[in-house]
């Protein structure tokens, strides 16, 4: 179950937002919302940074500065799975998931469940709209297990 969006819909929603809070609308910032509307999956400023060398040279700093716009537009969600670094991820066009986190390695999987969509989905809160949510289990994944009981046995 995929949020119906077209990147038009996404770069009107931006534009608004720019105009609304008398930001310049650059040629840099559309082509970083474009980049981070293709990509699936999370990725963190410096991976789209690199990513983004090839087709439109940005700079580190600009590429922070959009994803701090794109957060306030809601245009992005911003994940911060343990102490690693912020991991970022598009918010139209991506299945509602929620997220296992090893606090180990670090591994991020992700899963949905339709349960659990559909109870949040149902749920109604006396005073407060819910946009999107996702859940974050924290434990540890299958090769750390096997490594820590490697260690054990020896
Ligand atoms: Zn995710
Ligand atoms: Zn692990």
Do not use: W
Not at 29 to 52: C, N, P, Q, W
Not at 73 to 85: A, R, S, W
């Amino acid at each position: 179950m995929r949020d119906e969006y077209s990147l038009e819909s996404v770069k009107e929603i931006f534009t608004k937002f720019l105009v609304d809070k008398k930001h310049r609308k650059t040629p840099e910032r559309y082509a970083i919302l474009e980049r981070v509307y293709t990509h699936d999956g999370h990725f963190s400023a410096e991976l789209l940074y690199k990513a983004m060398q090839s087709d439109y040279r940005v700079s580190l700093a600009t590429i922070y500065n959009t994803l701090e716009l794109l957060l306030e537009c809601k245009l992005v969600v911003k994940h911060q799975f343990g102490d690693q670094i912020a991991q970022y991820e598009k918010t139209f066009g991506t299945v509602k998931h929620n997220h296992l986190v090893c606090t180990s390695c670090g591994k991020i999987k992700e899963f949905s469940d339709k349960k659990i969509r559909t109870l949040i989905q149902n749920k109604r809160f006396a005073q407060f709209d819910v946009s999107y949510y996702s859940l974050y289990l924290y434990g540890t994944c299958k090769k750390c297990k096997i490594e820590s009981e490697k260690n054990k046995n020896k």
